[in-house]
């Protein structure tokens, strides 16, 4: 995965990123066993989630991460701001990012985080009013992005193994980034 994510970061330079990144996750189907199968099989992952970190600009796909367990988009969104700290100045990202943690670290990396809080208390929509609407509007374009990767390669992986499934989604975002350039 360390090669196909060195590929993955040169076909974004193809393009000329802005640095407003925008965090989305997105589930995969594993369309090798039936739903029949891996009841018998008493399989209980039948989807892969996938977090694409995408410049809001561009379109253009900068990392991603795949999982097969059903960690919480705060839980994967820290390691794709270490992976790619020069990348990102502002960070766009939904309510299930909005961690603590999360908005720390990007500050610690000087990335400003626009995040909208879960709303809580009355300080909390306060706080989502005085959000640079915007800039905090290009947030779409990530959902844009993994809606493109599903119309156009399919909402599912082929291959039977994990590793394979991971490689296959990341050539699948290797592509959208060369499609994009040209």
């Known amino acids: 995965m360390a090669v196909w994510r060195v590929i993955l970061t040169l076909s ?14 997105s589930g995969f189907d594993r369309s090798h066993a039936s739903k029949h199968y891996t009841k018998r099989a008493e ?3 039948q989807q892969l989630k996938v977090t694409l970190l995408v410049d ?14 059903r960690k919480h988009d705060s839980q994967i969104a820290p390691s794709l701001i270490k992976r790619n700290p020069k990348n990102i100045d502002v960070l766009l990202g939904d309510k299930g990012y909005d961690d603590q943690k ?18 809580f208390t009355s300080l909390h929509r306060v706080w989502n009013a005085r959000l640079d609407t915007d800039l905090y509007g290009q947030r779409s374009q990530s959902e844009t ?5 599903k119309r156009k390669y399919g909402a599912f992986v082929r291959s039977r193994r ?4 991971f490689r296959e989604l990341t050539i699948a975002c290797l592509i959208h980034n060369v499609d994009r350039s040209l």
């Open 12 to 25: 974004a330079t193809l393009l000329p990123t802005s640095g407003v990144v925008g965090v989305d996750a």
């Open 56 to 69: 809001a600009k561009v379109n253009a796909i900068l990392d991603l991460h795949v999982t097969t367990t």
């Open 43 to 45: 399989l209980t992952i």
């Open 102 to 119: 999360i908005s720390r670290l990007a500050r610690q990396y000087e990335v400003r985080p626009l995040i909208k809080h879960r709303e």
């Open 145 to 149: 992005v993994n809606s493109t990767l």
């Open 162 to 165: 994990w590793w394979k499934q």
